[in-house]
């Protein structure tokens, strides 16, 4: 399996993309403002979206990839997430004020649109593929997902503060090639950090304690208003994992 990065960034600005990857080409992570890099082609390639909550960061890019693309498609885009996230979506964006209901365009029987509930500890197959939801610590219901190749495997944390369930998930894993996970604050706003429920670079350190495992380490989410600064205190907080910064373009192999 591949994952590119489209986007990891926790905010926008010059080349700053928010949160969405695409595995292989008909997977995608997460739909931030990064799948809009991509081709009519390539949106037309994607089958399903795997969202790790509703916060607009992960989902902008979503309504606008249906309403791109849906006529062009022979079968709906699914799109799989927490019940509370589904909620979340028809009654914030999908609701024919902010966005038309793709779920019921263009008939009810035929739409662009389908949601797939899963909870904490499902795993979907696709194709040999094996993507499981792990359970993420946030302001909102929220997930990390592992993904399986039968090779190799990932784990991105999705937004989440402390959580020692991940790490028991984690180090339970033999075949782990990348761990992403997130930072979003400096030091100094570690306050506005524990508030948001994400980590910061003393935090991140205190978090990768636990790790028992060895993979590639990378780093995602920096604010970009303060992008320097974090990536300074994560190389100084780093210990043993040397965690390095994930870029947009990146393609991770596993």
Known sequence: MKLRVLGCSGGIGAQARTTSFLVDDDILIDA???????????LTAIDHVFLTHSHLDHIAALPLLIDSV?????????????????????????????????TEIPHFDRPWLRFAPI??????????RRIRALEARHTVPALGFHLDSGQGSLVFSGDTGPNDAFWREVNALTGLRHLIIETAFSNRERDLAVTAKHLFPIQLSE????????????????????????????EAWAGRHSPRLLERGQVLEF
Do not use: C, Q, Y
């Not at 992008?227 to 300074?232: D, G, K, L, V």
């Open 32 to 42: 931030g403002t990064g799948v809009e890099d991509l081709s009519v082609d390539e």
């Open 70 to 102: 849906g006529a062009r498609r022979s079968e709906p885009l699914l799109v799989h997430a927490l019940p509370e996230t589904i909620a979340a979506l028809r009654a914030h964006i999908f609701n024919w004020t902010i966005w038309p209901d793709f």
């Open 119 to 128: 909870g904490i500890g499902a795993t979907i197959e696709l194709d040999g």
């Open 207 to 234: 978090e990768l304690a636990m790790l028992e495992r060895s993979p590639a380490l990378w780093v995602t989410h920096l604010k970009p208003s303060d992008r320097h600064t974090i990536a300074r205190e994560v």
